[in-house]
């Protein structure tokens, strides 16, 4: 008995053991097997045609044999639909990591996996989205079963979307320290570039992200300021913002170009670029709406009309899309004592479509303390300046000027005049219509319109921003570059240093402990600008004499006289002690607080980097439906439904 179970336990063990590998000619004898290949192929589905690489292998991770398998499977199904059920949120990342499982990268016939640190990050982001439509985290993004670690060998499938793929080729090791290569920039290539030049001068430049576009782009910032990534005392923030009309490429291209030659003339000493990079802090955007951009793009230079790619993915035009805070400022404006700044951004803005790319830049200046910007458009060549809405909503073109007109004009001339054709006095080139006026213009005089960057700037926030449209092109030609450089880099560096005009100083209680939220009022301008956290504020005037106070609730006001004379250049130092008041009045408290930030109003609430929009319910199963809301996408599948969506009870 105990030798036929001896005898029954070896014929198992060489049933199971597997066969050697065949050497030529033994495949026919049954003793040896094949060694089977990954083949790899040009990948065809249709919703992972813009991953970062182009074969794939079948069968898949999920052991999917063809593309038609994979299309008509639930996993498909999803990633192709994700984006309408989670509203935009984490995605394209979630479909493009789902797509690295679904069409496995495979390279010289060997596949490689999706690394399992990006998988886990963006489970962590975005798991709070499908707890809020009562979804199941999907089992074929499980980080643990179909992806691999780092010392592994395995690959970023969101790569793209940081634009590490498709970067520019290395240029020549030996070029001039001020080379800079005049042409269009991809989205990787324009990122890639702005690292490069960081790193260059990391002792004065880093890279960051505001958040990201509607397609899961960054939108990437270069910085540049003796302590890069860090506020410091007295020293104004500026900021000039590219492309955020995705057509209107030149802006886009300028602020690539500033950073290089900001980081090369700096190092080679320029005595003009060291003065301003050491005394600001400069944040330049080139491109507030890349995924306009790729549209315009396939269309090339010099083809793209006045329309494609302007908009966002969305849809929406991004200088229409930020609360009308215009309207609420004429309204206060008859009321006497009113203030025409820090206007809070009213509820019924959210109930509307609010791009991600508007909401990150909302999130920028709440959390920057600005003092100056600028946002290139193309298509004419004029400066215009707040107002962009008229005061008379019916008229179209209607002189509306801010409480601030003279500072305004002040720094919109400071670029026109710096521009050598837009202070040419010829009508009959591009811009000419602007000639007799300077060849500036007050926005809604030129034409109105509603829900501008600029007017929420300055209504919102203590930060002054203009319009420049810096050509009658919006997308030309590549050899038009350099010529387009050169006639705004002196425009662009002047405009800068606008940013020390007027006043500047510290406002601190009297044991010198600084006081945040201090309003600083211009006697006869109704508009204040606010202390930052450390107490420090920046006050844009032009010349002349001004009675300056200091006020804050539980403190007595302090005013001072101050004069800036015609040729001051640099900010005059006003700095203020406030003392504790006896009896502070409560109508001055209420005003003071009633345009404070809510810190639960949606804006606080959005994360630019991890979601578009807040992780809230959407129509998500009422008590007692057997099936969620989306489970109606999934109709279509008779035999393969996704149960695996369903969450456990």
């Not at 606008?498 to 006043?503: D, N």
Request: proline share 6%.
């Amino acid at each position: 008995m105990v030798l036929r179970l001896l005898l029954l336990l070896a014929g198992l063990l060489r049933a199971t053991k597997p066969a050697p590998r065949c050497e030529t000619g033994q495949e026919t004898l049954g003793q040896c097997q094949t060694v089977q290949k990954a083949k790899c192929v040009d990948i065809a589905l249709s919703s992972c045609t813009d991953v970062a690489y182009t074969q794939m292998v079948y069968p898949n991770f999920l052991d999917q044999k063809s593309r038609e398998v994979i299309e008509y499977s639930s996993e498909y199904l999803l990633i192709s639909v994700l984006h309408n059920l989670l509203q935009g949120e984490c995605n394209p990342d979630l479909r493009l990591l789902g797509c690295s499982v679904l069409a496995p990268q495979c390279e010289k016939d060997k596949v490689i996996k999706p690394c399992r640190h990006v998988c886990e990050n963006l489970k962590k982001n975005c798991l709070p989205a499908f707890d809020a439509i009562d979804m199941a985290w999907p089992y074929f993004l499980d980080c643990d079963r179909f992806f691999a670690g780092e010392e592994e060998g395995c690959f970023d499938p969101l790569a793209k979307l940081r634009g590490e793929v498709d970067a520019e080729e290395d240029l020549p090791t030996d070029l001039p320290a001020t080379f800079i290569q005049f042409k269009h920039h991809s989205y990787s290539q324009m990122v890639s570039t702005l690292k490069k030049t960081a790193s260059r001068c990391s002792h004065i430049a880093t890279t960051y992200s505001i958040g990201r576009s509607f397609e899961g782009k960054d939108l990437f910032v270069i910085e540049f300021s003796t302590k890069p990534g860090h506020h410091e005392l007295l020293k104004p923030e500026f900021k000039y913002i590219g492309n955020m009309h995705g057509n209107e490429v030149v802006g886009k291209e300028l602020l690539i170009y500033l950073a290089q030659y900001l980081c090369s003339e700096y190092l080679l000493g320029n005595p003009r670029v060291q003065a301003l990079i050491n005394s600001t802090r400069i944040h330049l955007l080139p491109s507030l709406n890349p995924d306009g951009y790729e549209l315009a793009a396939e269309e090339g230079a010099g083809y793209n009309g006045w329309v494609i790619g302007r908009q966002t993915a969305q849809n929406l035009d991004l200088n229409r899309n930020f609360p009308d805070l215009t309207s609420e400022a004429y309204r206060r404006a008859g009321i006497r004592g009113a203030r025409l700044d820090h206007i809070p951004i009213p509820q019924s803005y959210w109930w509307g479509k609010v791009a991600p790319e508007t909401k990150a830049v909302m999130k920028w200046l709440r959390s920057i303390p600005f003092v100056l910007s600028a946002s290139l458009h193309g298509g004419e060549l004029v400066v215009t300046y707040p107002y962009d809405y008229s005061r008379h909503p019916m008229e179209e073109k209607m002189f509306s000027p801010t409480p601030d007109e003279k500072v305004f004009k002040m720094l919109a001339k400071a670029y026109a005049d710096a521009h050598p054709v837009i202070s040419d006095r010829s009508e009959l080139r591009c811009g000419g219509n602007f000639v007799k006026r300077g060849g500036i213009i007050n926005g809604a005089e030129w034409y109105s319109f509603t829900g501008g960057m600029a007017d929420f700037n300055y209504l919102h926030t203590n930060c002054f921003e203009v319009t420049v449209e810096v050509g009658c092109e919006k997308f030309p030609l590549e050899e038009e570059l350099f010529t387009i450089w050169h006639e705004n880099k002196a425009a662009l560096l002047n405009y800068m240093e606008m940013v020390h005009r007027g006043i500047k100083g510290i406002v601190s209680d009297k044991f010198g402990n600084p006081i945040k939220n201090a309003r600083i009022s211009v006697r006869g301008i109704q508009h204040d600008v606010t202390t930052a956290a450390d107490g420090d504020y920046w006050r844009l005037l032009p010349p002349g004499t001004f009675i300056i106070s200091a006020q804050a609730p539980g403190y007595s006001r302090v005013m001072k006289r101050v004069t800036i004379p015609a040729r001051m250049k640099q900010a005059g130092r006003v700095d203020f002690v406030l003392r504790p008041a006896e009896a502070w009045p409560s109508k001055l408290l209420r005003r003071s607080m009633e345009d404070a930030y809510d810190p639960q109003d949606p804006l606080e609430l959005f994360d630019p980097h991890a979601q578009h929009g807040r992780a809230e319910a959407r129509g998500g199963s009422a008590a007692g439906r057997e099936k969620p809301w989306w489970w109606s996408y999934f109709s279509s599948l008779d035999l393969h439904k996704p149960l695996w969506l369903l969450k456990q009870r």
